[in-house]
């Protein structure tokens, strides 16, 4: 009973994580993810951040990204690649990521690409045993006005 008693103790002494520091955020399917954009020396554009599982129990793994400077016309004019920290996003750990992009020149945004893999666990589905990718864009990503406390994902 003790035991009980102090562990309730513990629990409820835990302090949620404040994400409000990161200029821009999105939430996806199952990964909100919180980020910052600076522009380095070297004239590079780095983007940290974290991927963070609030809710769901089976954690998504493999979280990887793909930063892309596009021209005014939509075309890619640089591209970087990388992956979040730890194999998988367990619920309530943030799982860090940073990227940095060498632009070109004549990039007017960059898009960031996310793909995680997840395996659904629910008892109704054949698909159960079989995980599924999940790919989702946040497009101007490091945009003045876009993302603060807010979600815009696009397909």
């Not at 404040?18 to 990964?31: K, L, N, Q």
């Amino acid at each position: 009973m003790v035991a009980c008693a102090a562990d309730g103790g513990l629990l409820s002494r835990q302090v949620i994580p404040d994400y409000s520091h990161f200029a821009h955020s999105s939430t996806g399917r199952h990964i909100t993810f919180y980020w910052d954009c600076v522009r380095t020396e070297s004239g590079s554009l780095r983007l940290e951040g974290v991927g963070v599982n609030t809710w769901e129990p089976i954690p998504p793994r493999f979280l990887e990204f793909v930063l892309s400077g596009v021209d005014a016309q939509g075309r890619i004019l640089s591209r970087t690649r990388g992956v979040a920290r730890g194999v998988d996003v367990l619920q309530g750990f943030p799982s860090p990521f940073s990227l940095e992009l060498k632009e070109q020149g004549g990039e007017v945004r960059v898009d960031l690409l996310y793909q995680y893999q997840f395996l659904d666990d629910s008892f109704d589905r054949l698909s159960r045993r079989f995980p599924s990718y999940v790919t989702q864009q946040v497009r101007d990503a490091c945009g003045s006005d876009a993302h603060r406390n807010r979600s815009r994902v696009a397909p």
